[in-house]
């Protein structure tokens, strides 16, 4: 016994976290990780590497049951932690170390309302089976896909030499629904029409560095999708957009500064970084690129942040590696990004390739047009919309995504995703989209 509390206590004192992000959540997320930062606690790959899940925003009874799935799969000792608001974050993880010790348990931010207790969070009564079966319970299990490295693992390309991460996949995990969690494989022509093993991989919901409530249900053929089904969960978008706050406090004829208007673009697009880099492998740039966010969205003068901020852009820009894990990879031509919606920023990046490369070297392009203006002082007029936007809106990404999809490998799908960074607030629910590999 006493060993045993030794142990708990060695490993409590450094805990690994995953964050998973809920319906109108992306404050409290902010907060969270910027305390799990100032703490020094890892970041979990997989539900296997994690002590501590926590769950931001307000979930509805999809989200919550799809976090309830992913907390099945957390071993002992874990501590489960909901924070619906960004006050009393620290003072909530305060109590995570204690809770470990004690092998593990709840603790209850504000505006939790859903089933817990000691043991953790319950599937919602609304929606009970759910969590449980195929379509909602397997939603949770990639978790491991957030360091999956690109492409390093495929084609004979070894993308560890810069980034040290590229090559790992972090494992599949179960399928709700299925035999002992584990998702069951099927028979298929591939392309070339040989029969070989389809193998059903949802990503999302409940996912670190994805987009809350997006599920793409894929069916593989090896580690290439074959099909893919695109979707929100019905309880999404019913939440206003975090980084479009300043202009609707505009339109509605508060004062609001230039400079708080390019401070939210700047900071969307560097969270935007921070997802992609940390999906790529990449977790040094995407620690200080989740730094940076902090202090610009704090009010950080400009002159403050600017150094830092060319020389990482001039980090990324110079990777060969992070170019060729990306260069030809998610293509989206100018006349598709024009007819599905897209705002300017994926728009500008379709005109010069169209690919993942461009989109996040055009998310480098505008956060260096916002440096300069950090610190106006005009007034933002209530009939500007913010440039952009400064996150892609979710409806152009639900109908293209399924198609660029398509023949990728898993581990590219991801980089896809990451480079769309679509925002779901305000879309609602959305019917499911499926395109099939020929």
């Known amino acids: 016994m006493g060993l045993s509390r030794v142990l708990l206590r060695f490993a409590a004192s450094t805990p690994h976290a995953m964050v998973v992000e809920g319906p109108a959540g992306t404050v409290a997320r902010l907060a969270v990780e910027d305390e799990l930062r100032r703490r020094g606690w890892g970041n979990a790959a997989s539900p296997a590497d994690t002590d501590v899940l926590i769950s931001t925003g307000r979930p509805g009874a999809e989200s919550w049951n799809a976090v309830c799935s992913?907390?099945?799969?957390?071993?002992?000792?874990?501590?489960?932690?909901?924070?619906?608001?960004?006050?009393?974050?620290?003072?909530?993880?305060?109590?995570?170390?204690?809770?470990?010790?004690?092998?593990?348990?709840?603790?209850?931010?504000?505006?939790?309302?859903?089933?817990?207790?000691?043991?953790?969070?319950?599937?919602?009564?609304?929606?009970?089976?759910?969590?449980?079966?195929?379509?909602?319970?397997?939603?949770?299990?990639?978790s491991g896909h957030g360091e999956h490295g690109g492409r390093g693992d495929h084609g004979g390309r070894d993308g560890a030499g810069e980034h040290g991460n590229h090559g790992d996949h972090g494992g599949h995990g179960g399928h709700g629904g299925n035999p002992a969690g584990l998702a069951m494989a099927e028979r298929g022509p591939d392309r070339d029409g040989l029969a070989l093993d389809r193998l059903h991989v949802p990503l999302g919901p409940a996912l670190p560095h994805w987009p809350p409530g997006l599920i793409v249900r894929t069916t593989l053929q090896g580690d290439v999708v074959q099909e893919a089904e695109v979707e929100l969960l019905d309880d999404t978008g019913e939440h206003e957009d975090f980084w479009t706050e300043p202009w609707r406090r505009a339109a509605a004829g508060q004062r609001v500064e230039h400079g708080v208007g390019a401070r939210r673009v700047v900071a969307a697009h560097l969270d935007g970084l921070v997802r992609f880099l940390a999906v790529a492998g990449w977790p040094d740039p995407a620690a200080r690129a989740a730094r940076l966010r902090g202090e610009v969205l704090a009010g950080a003068p400009g002159e403050r942040v600017r150094g830092r901020l060319v020389?990482?852009?001039?980090?990324?820009?110079?990777?060969?590696?992070?170019?060729?894990?990306?260069?030809?990879?998610?293509?989206?031509?100018?006349?598709?990004a024009e007819r599905a919606g897209f705002g300017a920023s994926v728009v500008r990046a379709s005109r010069s390739g169209g690919d993942v490369a461009a989109r996040w070297r055009e998310w480098l392009v505008e956060i260096e047009d916002g440096l300069a203006r950090l610190d106006g002082t005009s007034e933002?007029?209530?009939?500007?919309?913010?440039?952009?936007?400064?996150?892609?809106?979710?409806?152009?990404?639900?109908?293209?995504?399924?198609?660029?999809?398509?023949?990728?490998?898993?581990?590219?799908?991801?980089?896809?995703v990451a480079s769309l960074d679509p925002q779901v607030a305000g879309l609602g629910s959305a019917r499911p989209v499926e395109v099939s590999g020929g």
Do not use: C, K, N
């Open 70 to 142: 992913l907390w099945a799969r957390v071993p002992e000792p874990r501590v489960f932690v909901h924070v619906a608001a960004p006050e009393g974050v620290a003072e909530l993880l305060d109590g995570v170390v204690g809770g470990l010790s004690e092998r593990g348990g709840q603790l209850r931010g504000a505006g939790l309302e859903r089933g817990g207790g000691h043991g953790g969070p319950r599937p919602s009564e609304e929606h009970a089976g759910s969590a449980d079966r195929e379509g909602h319970g397997g939603h949770s299990d990639h």
């Open 311 to 336: 020389r990482l852009i001039g980090r990324l820009r110079a990777s060969r590696t992070l170019r060729w894990l990306t260069t030809d990879l998610g293509v989206l031509s100018r006349e598709a």
């Open 380 to 416: 933002l007029s209530g009939q500007d919309s913010p440039p952009g936007p400064a996150r892609a809106r979710a409806g152009p990404v639900l109908e293209v995504l399924p198609r660029l999809l398509r023949g990728v490998e898993l581990s590219g799908a991801r980089l896809i």
